[in-house]
Nanobody, 128 residues
Framework: QVQLVEAGGGLVQAGGSLRLSCAAS????????MGWFRQAPGKEREFVAA????????YYVDSVKGRFTISRDNAKNTVYLQMNSLKPEDTAVYYCNAWTAFTTDQAMDVKGTSWDYWGQGTQVTVSS
């Protein structure tokens, strides 16, 4: 079992920055890939970013490339999502998740069906 707890959400003006963090516990952190999804009201869940077990490979949805950066600290069992140049359309609940079976020779699952564990989510609101 893996427990995930997100932090760092909040209200920010357009153009501002936030850093989300997600602390993991319950299993060796470096055994699984980590990712972030988001869901805005009335919209489907959307893949945002992911990072491989070692941190050597990262993946992003096109809409956040160049603005968001995912990173992980395996010594602290924590994954981060640095979000810069935020836009009102980034407003959503952001979920941290873990994929225990992922390897870098696989295609990234952007639908979320392969991801084993999910956090409770943290609200990010970007005002215009």
């Amino acid at each position: 079992q893996v427990q995930l707890v997100e932090a760092g959400g909040g209200l920010v003006q357009a153009g501002g920055s936030l850093r989300l963090s997600c602390a993991a516990s319950g299993r060796s952190f470096s055994d699984y890939a980590m990712g972030w999804f988001r869901q805005a009201p009335g919209k489907e869940r959307e893949f945002v970013a992911a990072i491989s077990r070692s941190g050597g490979s990262t993946y992003y949805v096109d809409s956040v490339k160049g603005r968001f950066t995912i990173s992980r600290d395996n010594a602290k069992n924590t994954v981060y999502l640095q979000m810069n140049s935020l836009k009102p359309e980034d407003t959503a609940v952001y979920y941290c998740n873990a994929w225990t079976a992922f390897t870098t020779d696989q295609a990234m699952d952007v639908k979320g069906t392969s991801w084993d564990y999910w956090g409770q989510g943290t609200q990010v609101t970007v005002s215009s």
